[in-house]
């Protein structure tokens, strides 16, 4: 039973074309974050939801957006995707602070 | 801030031989370290942690670690190795950010098992 599911698992865009990630979760985790891995890098938080109140990375460029309707879905927002952006895209929750994550099987952006 | 430090890219071994995967951390407050993996095109799981109590921590498959506080360390080793183990291995510290918890991770470390 998967418990995050991110939605698509590849994707392609254009570039400067906007694109959407969407992340869900059957768990009721109140703590929903987003990580961004290049290629043979480790995994970077980019932001993270608690509840409704939103925390950015100081290192977040502005190209990267996100939104989180309710608790059970989370999406992030590329409004004009380079080449640069091209990584997989790694959703994950959790309950609240010192707790184990759980993550999603990622979507790995292409961009063209 | 908190950072981990995986020296080395990959770690080639012959099944049912011993490995180990070293992680040093560096920070200035209590820690609480993890070793994630990751196969190909697939997402992190969680293979053990140390949050607190025993330095010797293990995981379902075979796999321990010990947080040696000293030496700034949380190796992640396993006696004897299986095909199966082949994957990329991630170490991490957890720090606390806004409401949640913020993972650092290490660079990673390719495991390859040949036959």
């Known amino acids: 039973d998967a418990m995050v599911i991110q939605n698509p698992r590849y994707q392609v865009t254009q570039f400067g074309k906007p694109v959407t990630l969407s992340c869900s979760q059957t768990?009721?985790?109140?703590?929903m974050y987003w990580y961004q891995q290049k290629s043979s890098q480790a995994p970077k938080l980019l932001f993270h939801?608690?509840?409704?109140?939103?925390?950015n990375e100081a290192d977040t460029p502005d190209n990267f957006q996100s939104r989180r309707p309710n608790t059970s879905f989370c999406f992030l927002d590329i409004r004009s995707p380079g080449l640069g952006d091209a990584a997989m895209y790694l959703c994950?929750?959790?309950?609240?602070?010192?707790?184990?994550?759980?993550f999603g099987s990622g979507t790995r952006l292409t961009v063209v | 801030a908190q950072s981990v430090t995986q020296l080395d890219s990959q770690v080639p071994v012959f099944e049912e031989a011993p490995v180990e995967l070293r992680c040093n951390y560096s920070?200035?407050?209590?820690?609480?370290l993890f070793w994630y993996v990751q196969y190909p095109n697939q997402g992190l799981q969680l293979l053990l942690k140390?949050?607190?109590?025993?330095?010797l921590v293990e995981s379902i498959n075979g796999f321990e670690a010990e947080f040696n506080k000293s030496q700034t360390s949380f190796h992640l080793r396993k006696p004897s190795v299986h095909i199966s183990d082949t994957a990329e291995y991630f170490c991490?510290?957890?720090?606390?950010?806004?409401?949640?918890?913020?993972?650092?991770f290490g660079t990673g470390t390719q495991l390859k098992v040949e036959l």
């Open positions: 994950a929750t959790s309950p609240g602070r010192w707790v184990d994550y759980t």
């Open positions: 768990l009721n985790h109140n703590v």
């Open positions: 939801y608690y509840d409704k109140d939103f925390n």
């Open positions: 920070s200035s407050v209590s820690v609480y």
């Open positions: 140390y949050l607190s109590g025993s330095t």
């Open positions: 991490a510290v957890s720090e606390v950010t806004g409401g949640g918890n913020k993972l650092t």
